[in-house]
């Protein structure tokens, strides 16, 4: 079971890494995330090596469930993200660029 499950991917998102640089000689082109720097800031950020795996996330409207506990950070752009829980009659909002919890159980971002 993955541990994290996309619901509603809105208009587009991406799994994303470095690329593939040097790769042209075989008629590849780099590709990998478009903005770098939110990339290797929000691995950074969670500890992991910049060679991980992000979502990219074009236009928002994106929702996810954990079915395991999570540290997840968005980066890039402000998209007003929130999590929704039965914990929380409120939504709780998603500060960029600092790592959040996600809990375990119905709980949506």
Not at 50 to 58: D, G, H, K, N, R
Not at 59 to 79: S, W
Request: charged share 15%.
């Amino acid at each position: 079971m993955s541990a994290l499950v996309v619901i509603n991917a809105g208009h587009h998102v991406t799994t994303q890494d470095l690329g593939r640089p040097n790769a042209s000689h075989y008629g590849l082109t780099q590709g990998g995330a478009a903005d770098w720097h939110a990339h290797c800031w929000g691995q950074k950020l969670l500890g992991n090596p910049m060679t991980a795996t992000s979502l990219e996330i074009v236009l928002g409207r994106i929702k996810f469930r954990a079915n395991q506990d999570l540290t997840m950070v968005l980066t890039g752009a402000d998209c007003l993200a929130e999590v929704h829980s039965p914990q929380h009659i409120v939504a709780k909002h998603v500060q960029s660029w600092r790592p959040f919890s996600l809990k375990k159980s119905k709980n949506c971002i």
